[in-house]
């Protein structure tokens, strides 16, 4: 496994999504991927250049919205109410805490 490939492929994959929907309607990209109009202007103006460059990093670049344990734990268990799951997460994924103050 080559972790360094794989950061590149998961960040530059990311980043051309974000840049993709970003192009095709600004505020639903800002909204889906939380992004400020800043970033959201900067993303979008990247060259195929930058792009590589930026996918480079040793990290990821985007981050998990869902920081709260329970909140991702009360995600994956079975409910009778399977149905609601993806509108939780929504949720969970759309609050700024990313479910540190309940569910």
Same mark, same amino acid.
């Given at each position: 496994?080559? +972790? ?11 980043? @051309?999504? %974000?840049?993709?929907? *970003?192009?095709?309607?600004? @505020?639903? %990209?800002?909204?889906?991927? =939380?992004?400020?109009? *800043? /970033? %959201?202007?900067?993303?979008? *103006? ?8 930026? @996918? +480079?990093? #040793? ?9 709260? #344990? /329970? ?7 079975? @409910?009778? /109410?399977?149905?609601?799951? #993806?509108?939780? %997460? ?6 700024? +805490? =990313? ?5």
């Amino acid at each position: 496994m080559n +972790t360094e490939k794989n950061l590149y492929e998961m960040n530059y994959t990311w980043l @051309s999504l %974000a840049q993709k929907m *970003r192009l095709k309607d600004k @505020s639903i %990209a800002m909204f889906r991927l =939380g992004l400020n109009a *800043r /970033v %959201a202007g900067i993303i979008g *103006r990247m060259t195929e250049k930058e792009l590589q460059k930026l @996918s +480079t990093h #040793p990290h990821f670049i985007f981050t998990l919205r869902i920081q709260n #344990p /329970v909140a991702l734990e009360c995600l994956l268990a079975d @409910s009778r /109410v399977d149905h609601l799951t #993806p509108m939780h %997460a929504a949720m969970l994924c759309l609050t700024e +805490t =990313g479910g540190y103050h309940g569910i």
